[in-house]
């Protein structure tokens, strides 16, 4: 399996933090990777993910354990496409600075160690990509949106201009 951990500081209340992420469809929202993720009852869920070389893969997972503000873990169902396990624990961070988000990610990557190295290959390795979540959700929490500049290499997104050559600077004459 491959164990991936990290962590985020947000500037936000950990009841905010959390009650954002306990709600699973929102996560596709800052988690590129994910297509979609339906949350089938109150502990179960349905998630559908892009995979390199344009593959979907999908599974279902139940919560396993859970408390509210400070713990949110998981793990695949029996008969999923990929087997996986993590948690996210919610804290509140030193110096009243908001909370600090922690990710804990297990999972078997399709195709075994061959499908690991093609992911990463593709730019798809799992602690790069957590990383790039996390950042993207303290944007989400933080400002309400993720940030793509022009040079993004999501492209433009909406209410992005596309991308455009280095331009000189304009020239002021002065009299």
């Known amino acids: 399996m491959i ?19 306990r709600k699973l469809e929102r ?28 593959a979907l893969v999908e599974w279902d997972a ?12 998981w793990r695949s169902l029996a008969g999923s496409e990929i087997q996986n396990q993590g948690s996210v624990r919610f804290k ?6 908001g909370t600090e988000v922690q990710v804990e990610l297990s999972y078997d990557a399709p195709g075994g160690k061959a499908g690991a190295a093609l992911a990463k290959w ?4 799992p602690s790069q990509q957590l ?6 959700f303290k944007q989400v929490m933080e400002t ?10 999501l492209g433009a997104g909406e209410g992005a201009t596309a991308e455009r ?11």
């Open 3 to 21: 164990h991936v951990t990290k962590s985020v500081t947000l500037m936000k209340p950990r009841a905010e933090v959390y009650q954002f992420w």
């Open 27 to 54: 996560l596709p929202s800052f988690m590129i990777h994910l297509a979609s993720v339906t949350e089938t009852s109150t502990t179960r869920s349905h998630w559908i993910a892009n995979a390199p070389g344009g």
């Open 62 to 73: 139940e919560i396993s354990g859970e408390k509210e503000n400070e713990l949110l873990a």
């Open 92 to 97: 509140d961070a030193p110096a009243d600075r």
């Open 122 to 125: 593709f730019g798809e390795e």
């Open 131 to 136: 990383t790039d979540d996390l950042r993207r």
């Open 144 to 153: 309400g949106e993720v940030v793509l500049s022009d040079g993004s290499l």
């Open 165 to 175: 050559p280095a331009q000189a600077p304009e020239t002021v004459e002065q009299s």
